[in-house]
């Protein structure tokens, strides 16, 4: 799997977990809401390498 299909499929389960934050009595849930702030910044991070990895490519490619 790509590293762009990757950071997609995360992306798209962070958005679908944000939706689930509150457990059955309609408070937010601490634990789950840390797991979708945590899977977020995996998510920029993994957003912000791949941003870098096509720049330097770019970059190494109009230098050939």
């Known amino acids: 799997m790509e590293l762009e299909d990757i950071v997609y499929e995360l992306a798209c389960f962070h958005e679908s977990m944000l939706f ?3 457990d059955r009595s ?3 849930d601490p634990v789950f ?3 979708c702030v945590t899977l977020g910044r995996i998510v920029r991070d993994l957003e ?3 941003r870098r990895i096509r720049t330097e490519t770019a970059n190494t ?3 050939q």
Do not use: D, L, P
């Open 61 to 63: 490619e109009s230098s």
């Open 20 to 22: 689930c934050c509150e």
């Open 48 to 50: 912000e390498a791949e």
């Open 33 to 35: 809401s840390h797991y």
């Open 26 to 28: 309609g408070k937010e």
